[in-house]
């Protein structure tokens, strides 16, 4: 099966109520780690790449991987999406890499780090999905700032300073309205990456309440929580036990994403979790063989933790068991859909 237009994906899963689990990627094990989990429970899959994993990879590496993910499990709808492009040329330049999926961020001005006027949002979104619609690619929109950075992308915001930059209702649904965009990234107080929070997170900081009114605003709308990884206890303390030194910290708990699951989030963002699967699993076998040197004996373990995490998160957000009832379309049938 070639790879699909992200909206299929989220109208299936609006129909079905459940959430797609978007998962980043930067080499082969990852990309190889999440088609296991997916086989493994019979998911759709959405595979994203950050700008900095383009240039990781290099774009032609990533474009094959994908292609192979596909070749070899052609019963998985597969979506490769552009994770927050800072500029429509970033976007641009992914749709002609052959990504099906673009987000336009441009809740931030292009350098990725200073939050943009609300007009400036639309007008850049606009330009994607003029663009984009026309070659049947979805578009992921971005309103309001979430805390943190991530691959050298975000306003650097603590928790404190991200809750003033919460999605206000209101504006999502003009926004909404004035971009026709498929699907929205709404900030509700989470951050990216490892240090969301402090202890685990009430409803004074992660603002569950806001996807609420958003949904009620914006019924059609398909919703994505972004910096949603759990950062679970037992991740941090495997790498803690074979030498290394996170300190305390807090994710988003996986019961928190169910309850926006039933209120129009169809897309959850996962990196942290897989960064960290990874690195315990690397620095325990480094700790308990350290004469160890071929990396097919620390990838492989690694690639196996990630897949684990990866399964854990289809199985919760709803997406398990759907993969092969997904009734496919192509970017050229969306096109039409579009346009029709
Ligand atoms: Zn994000």
New binding site residues.
Partial sequence: MPLVPMRILLDHAAEHDYGVGAFNVNNMEQIQAIMMAAVETNSPVIVQASRGARSYSNDNYLRHLMIAAAELNPQIPIVMHQ??GNSPATCFSAIEQGFTSV?M?GSLEEDGKTPASYEYNVDVTQQVVKKAHALGVTVEA?LGC?GGI?DG??AGLSGEEALAHLTDPDEAGEFVAATDCDAL?VAIGTS?GAYKFKKKPTGDVLKMGVIEKIHEKLPNCHLVM??SSSVPKELIDIINEYGGEMPETYGVPVEQIQRGIKHGVRKI?VDTDNRLAITGAIRKVFSEHPDAFDPRKYLKPAREAMAEVVKARMIAFGQAGWADKIEIHTLEDMARRYHG
Avoid: Q
């Fill in positions: 994770d927050h987000m961020d971005e979430l991530e992308h975000g990234a990216h972004h910096g963002n």
